[in-house]
T-cell receptor, first 112, second 114 residues
């Protein structure tokens, strides 16, 4: 059973545009992480959020955790071709024994 | 410091053949994991080992077995490969610090079962 929904699945934009990726669940996350994966490699952690309403920034990337801790978003400002890759949200739930549950992923393509 | 290493990087099997995927980490992590990644499905947990000497099933364990050989090594075995097991397999490790631990992933093994 997929507990975590990520959208959109695909995103193709021009360099300089802004974009937002969403991660939602019907259950409360105990914590949520965003990973980025480049072709032929494993995912790499970008950020961890734990507190409802939390906002974290990583250069042009802004991560928000919903007040109710059931949703999160990743916003990229002025996307660059180097941002191209697969973005994955991954959450932990209180009844899942600490295991990480991954969303389906968002494939982002930023064209010059 | 190699992090998490996986062998082989690529493998082609015929239906019914067996093979073992190897994983090793040099970060002294307690926990190790095996995931499979299929298009549009994200990563799905196959098996994990919270600490040396323990293993537990994940979301999709059928058709697989694992061995935590020691603190560094965690192997995944396919006893009788099926086309449905064609996938990219990732090994990961972490300290298992509950809410905030980072999982470090290997480069993956691309497996095709004909």
């Amino acid at each position: 059973t997929q507990l975590l929904e990520q959208s959109p699945q695909f995103l193709s934009i021009q360099e300089g545009e802004n974009l937002t990726v969403y991660c939602n669940s019907s259950s409360v996350f105990s914590s949520l992480q965003w990973y980025r994966q480049e072709p032929g490699e494993g995912p790499v952690l970008l950020v961890t959020v734990v507190t409802g309403g939390e906002v974290k920034k990583l250069k042009r990337l802004t991560f928000q955790f919903g007040d109710a801790r059931k949703d999160s978003s990743l916003h990229i400002t002025a996307a660059q071709p180097g941002d191209t890759g697969l973005y994955l949200c991954a959450g932990r739930f209180y009844n899942q024994g600490g295991k990480l549950i991954f969303g389906q992923g968002t494939e982002l393509s930023v064209k010059p | 410091n190699a992090g998490v290493t996986q062998t082989p990087k690529f493998q082609v099997l015929k239906t019914g053949q067996s093979m073992t995927l190897q994983c090793a980490q040099d970060m002294n992590h307690n926990s190790m994991y095996w995931y499979r990644q299929d298009p549009g499905m994200g990563l799905r947990l196959i098996y994990y080992s919270a600490s040396e000497g323990t293993t537990d099933k994940g979301e999709v364990p059928n058709g697989y077995n694992v061995s935590r050989l020691n603190k560094r090594e965690f192997s995944l075995r396919l006893e009788s490969a099926a086309p449905s097991q064609t996938s990219v397999y990732f090994c990961a490790s972490s300290d298992w610090a509950a809410l905030t631990d980072t999982q470090y992933f290997g480069p993956g093994t691309r497996l095709t079962v004909l």
